[in-house]
């Protein structure tokens, strides 16, 4: 059984809700200035014997468009399911100076997510939506964003608003932030190509 949310626009530059976006963020950030540290708290409801015992999750994707994210809940913590577009892949390249761990060598993602993309379909990016510095929720920031809190060659990613964390498209931490490492990818396999289960994989 599955656990979703709405799929939501990561908010592309043609995006005409951008300016609303941006001021929402605005106020994140000035949340962030006051030192105030807003951890996820989980506001889905799965059973208690799936909660219990951290039962994989069977999710849905067939009605994900290309530049949107899903959210699921497993372990109580959220993951999202990004549907990427072939812009968002190409930008992924070309900044790896900028990241801290750009191969993904640390253990935060199954072997088969240890690529360039960080996913087992490049189309499609797994991840644990909690950051690793004090376990706050990013938000997405597409490329081309005039957000003052991403620098001018931004090329869309993540922004933890409580202490100002940054990660690329594929969870990628840049050097010298807060967070320590890169956003974890959660064990997962297709069912079908627009079916995954999360928390399990082919893996033994």
């Known amino acids: 059984m599955s656990h979703t949310h709405t799929a939501q626009p990561l908010l592309l530059p043609d995006d005409p809700e951008r300016r609303t976006w941006l001021m929402a963020t605005g106020v994140a950030a000035g949340v962030a200035a006051t030192g105030t ?3 996820f708290v989980a506001s889905f409801t799965p059973s208690e014997r799936a909660r219990a015992m951290g039962a994989a999750v069977e999710v849905d ?3 994900l468009a290309p530049g949107e994210m899903k959210t699921v809940e497993w372990r109580g ?3 999202w399911i990004v549907r990427r577009t072939p812009q968002m892949l190409a930008a992924l390249g070309g900044h790896d100076a900028a990241l801290a761990d750009p191969l993904s060598s640390r253990e935060q993602q199954p072997g088969y997510a240890q690529n360039a993309t960080r996913s087992a379909r490049p189309d499609v990016f797994v991840a644990v939506g909690i950051c690793t510095h004090l376990g706050c929720s990013p938000t997405a920031v597409a490329q081309g964003s005039p957000n003052p809190s991403v620098p001018s060659d931004w090329p869309g990613g993540y922004f933890c608003p409580c202490h100002g964390s940054l990660f690329d498209g594929a969870g990628r931490v840049y050097h010298n932030m807060p967070a320590p490492t890169n956003l974890e ?3 997962h396999r297709y069912l079908s190509d627009n079916r995954i289960i999360i928390g399990e994989d082919d893996v033994s």
């Open 37 to 39: 540290a807003v951890p």
């Open 77 to 79: 913590k959220p993951v």
């Open 185 to 187: 990818v959660p064990p």
């Open 61 to 63: 994707i067939t009605d």
